[in-house]
């Protein structure tokens, strides 16, 4: 793994690491997804995935997006883990004006 380009950048998270446990939980074991605290929230969401990311990805995102009663799924076609931040901004941008034509 060392030998790998993004090595460095690894190694400049890693510290992030604990955190990232705390906040997934059981999830990162692999475990399902519970339902709770997730349906209390109410504000719209966008929950993406890449086409090229891992099927465990997909998996993830559909159980998040299944759990949030306000959410919207969606896949950026070609795109992996590390998304294009010109890809993460159309759909974005997308999602906001969706939200902004709703009616109040």
């Not at 009663?69 to 969606?74: D, G, H, M, V, Y």
């Not at 992996?80 to 034509?101: C, D, K, Y």
């Amino acid at each position: 793994m060392r030998l790998v380009p993004f090595w460095k950048n690894l190694k400049a998270t890693a510290h992030t690491l604990p955190a990232d446990v705390a906040v997934m939980g059981d999830t990162i074991a692999g475990r399902p997804l519970g339902r709770h605290p997730w349906a209390q929230i109410e504000v719209p969401t966008l929950v993406l995935d890449g086409s090229r990311s891992p099927k465990a990805t997909s998996l993830a995102a559909d159980q998040l997006a299944d759990r949030l009663p306000a959410a919207q799924r969606a896949t950026l076609a070609g795109q992996g883990h590390n998304v294009s931040m010109p890809a993460l901004e159309q759909a974005i941008r997308r999602f906001a004006t969706e939200l902004a034509s709703r009616p109040d």
